[in-house]
């Protein structure tokens, strides 16, 4: 198997609610998301054609499509944590989830938007999402 990653960058802000701590109030972050995606290479030797299993520049513009341009520069809170405050955010910057916006389910949300984006030859086969710069989440397609 032959895999490519592609890293993109987005800014977002979330707050976890009953968080423990400051992550309970409204905070923000500048994300990284490592974007690995898989093919069958179908010959030992070489990859026929023009050599790429998926061009660089389609899977930007997928998850682009899928990810950055519904997270970014967004407020992105659960349900649980609107009921809590009284909500005068704007449609246009607000993101909601019935789920806390941990990394670890924003690592999911990708997985499933960017899964439902991908041509049928081509495999996600991990993400990697930097909330900090020394704190990341993992999700890889382990069969």
């Known amino acids: 198997m032959i895999s490519i990653t592609k890293i993109f960058r987005f800014e977002a802000a979330h707050a976890i609610y009953k968080y423990p701590g400051s992550c309970q109030n409204i905070h923000g972050h500048s994300y990284e998301l490592q974007v690995t995606v898989q093919a069958e290479q179908l010959s030992e030797d070489f990859i026929h054609g023009l050599g790429i299993s998926i061009d660089f520049k389609d899977l930007k513009t997928r998850v682009q499509e899928a990810v950055i341009k519904v997270l970014d520069h967004k407020l ?3 349900k649980a944590y609107l009921a809590k405050v009284k909500n005068t955010f704007s449609p246009d910057e607000l993101v909601i989830f019935d789920f806390e916006p941990t990394a670890e389910n924003l690592l999911i949300f990708s997985r499933n938007q960017i899964r439902s984006n991908l041509p049928e030859h081509i495999q ?3 993400l990697r999402l930097y909330e900090t710069r020394d704190s990341f989440a993992d999700w890889s397609d382990v069969k």
């Open 76 to 78: 992105i809170l659960s």
């Open 124 to 126: 996600l086969k991990s």
